[in-house]
C-alpha cells in the first residue's frame, strides 16, 4: 500500500511554498495528536497540506435571515477545495431583531454582535487557520463578523446570504415593515385582524433577510463597498438558484485573498469607511450603520468619527430608491444594475474613493463593468436625486452633547417643537399610542434603554411602526437613547448620548418640557434648566441577574463610540 507523504515532508507542499498559519497545529512530529483529531473529522494527509481556512457562519433556524445558511456554506467550501484550500466550517449565534422586537428579547440583539465577534476571534485564533471566510445574514450578524475580521487581520471575506423577496398582498409588494405598520394599522381600526393575519401570512416567502435597505441590507451594501465583501455574490437574494454559484465563486475568492495576503485591515481604511457611509446615505440606509461603523473602526484602528458621518452624509444626496422611505427592496436594485451601478453614478458625482476591492482590481475598476437595465426606477442619478442630502445626521445639543443620529428617510420635516412625553420603557411608551395617548406636536421620550440601560439598546421598530400606523408618523417625534430598526421611518432620533442609565441629559426630562429639533442648525435641545435636576440625579437600579446581560451592562461604552465592550 502506497502510504500518503508525511506533512512534514517540504515537497509535499503542493498548494503553496508560503509557510500556513496552520503549521502551528498541523506540522512537526509533535502534531501527531492534532492531525489524529483533525483525520477523525474526515481530513487527509492532503487536506493537511493545504492552507485550513475558517468558514465562521451564522446558520440558524430562528430567523429566515440565517435559515439557508448551512446549505450555502457547502458550497463555499467546495469552491474552497476546488481552488486549493482546506475548508472548516464552524457557527456562531444570531438572534432575530425582527421576532424579538417588542420584548425583552430585543435587548440580547446588540449584546449578539459582541459575542457573534468575540466567538469568531476565538475560534480562529485558536486553531491558527489561514484565512477565513464569514457568511453573515441577520443584522448584528454582518457588523460582528466584520469587527472580528478586523481585530483577527487574516486574509478575510464577507460573504452575506442575501436578501429575502418580496412578499405579495392586496396587489402590492411588502416586506416585514408593512406587517409591524399593520398593527398600528390594526389597533387604530384601519385594517381588520384577519387582514392582519393575511398580511403576516404573505409578507415574508422564504430565507433571505428583510428586503428594504434595513440594516442586513445596508450592512451588506456598505461592506461590499468597503472592499470587504464581493461585488454581485452577496446580493444575490438568498432563494435565488444562483446563490449557490455565488457561494463557490466566494469560496474561490478567499483563495484568491490567501494568496494576495490580502488582509481584512488592508480593506478598512480611512477612505474605504468614508465610501461605505457614502453607500449608506446615497441608499437611504439604516441608521444602525452609525454605530456598526464605529465599532468596526476602532476595531481597524481606522480615524473614523461621529463628526465624520455628519460630514459625508451631508454632502450625498439620497438617489437610490428603496424602503423604507422609497418604494423598491434589494433584489429589485440587483436587477436594475446592482451595487456596481451604486459605485458607478457615485463616482460620476466624485464622491468616491479608489480604494481595494476582495472581487475587483479596486472600486474604480468595478464601475468600469457596470451593466444599467434600461428603463430601471430604482437608481437615479446624484445630479437628479430623491432628496439632496443622505439619509440621516448627527446632532448635538443640550439633550445630546456626545452626538445622536437623526432618521431623515421618507420624510422632509427639518424641524419639530414640542412638549416632552417622558417614558422610561418601550412597552409603557406603545400602551400609550395603543390607547391614544399621544398627541400630535408631541415628543416622546424613551429613555434607559441605551447600551447599558437596556441592556443592549434594544430597537423601537415596535413603537414607530404603530406611530405611522396609527397616521403620527408626520405629527409627532420621537428621541430615545435606545435604537432604530433599518424599517424605521419618520421623524425620529437614537443613539442619544450620554444616556440616561449613565446621568445624561435624556434621564433628566420631565414630562411637558419643551423640545427644539432643529435638522439645519444640527441641534437637539430641551428648553428647561437641567442642572438643578443633575444634582438631584440617581441612577435607576437594574435588576439584572448575573450572566451576559449584566456583564455587557458592566463594560459597554457609549453609543457615539460604536457601543462597544473591548
Known amino acids: 500500500m502506497t502510504q500518503s507523504p508525511s506533512p512534514e515532508d517540504p515537497e509535499s507542499h503542493d498548494a503553496s511554498t508560503r509557510p500556513h498559519l496552520s503549521d502551528a497545529i498541523k506540522k512537526g512530529i509533535a502534531r501527531a495528536p492534532a492531525r489524529a483529531m483533525l483525520k477523525a473529522t474526515g481530513l487527509s494527509d492532503d487536506d493537511l497540506r493545504q492552507p485550513l481556512i475558517a468558514v465562521a457562519n451564522t446558520w440558524t433556524e430562528i430567523t429566515p435571515c440565517n435559515y439557508h445558511l448551512r446549505e450555502l456554506a457547502d458550497h463555499v467550501k467546495a469552491g474552497i477545495r476546488e481552488a486549493g484550500g482546506t475548508p472548516i466550517e464552524f457557527n456562531t449565534v444570531a438572534v432575530s431583531d425582527g421576532i424579538t422586537m417588542g420584548t425583552e428579547g430585543m435587548k440580547a440583539s446588540l449584546i449578539s454582535r459582541e459575542i457573534v465577534a468575540d466567538s469568531i476571534e476565538l475560534v480562529t485564533k485558536g486553531h491558527f487557520f489561514d484565512a477565513i471566510i464569514t457568511i453573515v ?133 480611512r477612505a474605504s ?4 457611509i457614502t453607500s449608506v446615505a446615497a441608499t437611504g440606509g439604516s441608521t444602525n450603520a452609525v ?30 430608491d428603496l424602503k423604507p422611505g422609497g418604494r423598491f427592496t434589494a433584489p429589485d436594485l440587483e436587477r436594475a444594475g446592482g451595487t456596481r451601478l451604486v459605485l458607478q453614478r457615485l463616482k460620476q458625482a466624485g464622491l468616491l474613493e479608489d480604494t481595494p476591492s476582495v472581487s475587483d482590481p479596486s472600486l474604480f475598476a468595478a464601475c468600469e463593468s ?30 445630546a452633547p456626545e452626538g445622536c443620529v437623526i432618521k431623515l428617510s421618507g420624510h422632509n420635516r427639518k424641524r419639530h ?118 444634582a438631584q440625579w440617581q441612577p435607576k437600579p437594574q435588576q439584572l441577574q448575573p450572566g451576559v446581560f449584566s456583564k455587557y451592562a458592566e463594560r459597554v461604552g457609549s453609543a457615539s463610540f460604536g457601543a462597544m465592550t473591548v
Not at 469607511?273 to 461605505?276: C, E, Q, R, T
Not at 406611530?467 to 424599517?487: K, M, P, Q, Y
Request: hydrophobic share 45%; net charge negative; charged share 25%.
Open 417 to 534: 417643537e414640542g412638549p416632552a412625553r417622558v417614558f422610561d420603557t418601550e412597552e409603557a411608551a406603545f400602551q400609550a399610542i395603543s390607547k391614544d395617548e399621544i398627541q400630535v406636536g408631541d415628543v416622546i421620550v424613551i429613555r434607559y434603554v441605551g447600551p447599558r440601560g437596556g441592556p443592549g439598546m434594544p430597537e423601537m421598530l415596535a413603537v414607530t411602526a404603530a406611530l405611522i400606523g396609527a397616521g403620527l408618523g408626520d405629527s409627532v417625534a420621537l428621541i430615545t437613547d435606545g435604537r432604530f430598526s433599518g424599517a424605521t421611518h419618520g421623524f425620529m432620533i437614537g443613539h442619544v448620548a450620554p444616556e440616561a442609565a449613565v446621568g445624561g441629559p435624556i434621564g433628566l426630562i420631565r414630562d411637558g418640557d419643551p423640545i427644539v429639533i432643529d435638522v439645519e442648525q444640527r441641534s437637539l435641545d430641551v428648553q428647561a434648566d437641567l442642572s438643578a435636576r443633575k
Open 291 to 320: 454605530l456598526h461603523f464605529l465599532a468596526i473602526a476602532q476595531e481597524a484602528g481606522a480615524d473614523f468619527t461621529i463628526d465624520d458621518f455628519d460630514r459625508v452624509a451631508a454632502e450625498t444626496p439620497v438617489f437610490v
Open 370 to 399: 457596470a451593466q444599467e437595465t434600461a428603463d430601471q426606477p430604482v437608481v437615479l442619478s446624484a445630479d437628479k436625486p430623491l432628496k439632496p442630502r443622505g439619509g440621516f445626521a448627527i446632532l448635538k445639543g443640550s439633550l
Open 137 to 269: 445574514g441577520c443584522d448584528k450578524t454582518l457588523p460582528g463578523a466584520t469587527m472580528a475580521l478586523a481585530r483577527l487581520n487574516l486574509p478575510s471575506l464577507v460573504l452575506y446570504g442575501g436578501s429575502i423577496h418580496a412578499g405579495r398582498w392586496q396587489d402590492k409588494d411588502v416586506t416585514i415593515q408593512d406587517v409591524f405598520e399593520g398593527v398600528g394599522a390594526c389597533l387604530s381600526g384601519k385594517i381588520t385582524e384577519a387582514e392582519l393575519h393575511d398580511l403576516e401570512n404573505k409578507a415574508c416567502p422564504g430565507a433571505g433577510a428583510c428586503g428594504g435597505q434595513f440594516t442586513a441590507n445596508t450592512m451588506a451594501t456598505a461592506l461590499t463597498v468597503m472592499g470587504l465583501s464581493p461585488l454581485e455574490l452577496s446580493e444575490v437574494p438568498a432563494a435565488d438558484p444562483r446563490k449557490a454559484e455565488a457561494g463557490r465563486k466566494a469560496g474561490a475568492l478567499i483563495m484568491d485573498c490567501w494568496r494576495k495576503d490580502l488582509k481584512a485591515r488592508d480593506l478598512i481604511t
Open 273 to 276: 469607511l468614508k465610501n461605505a
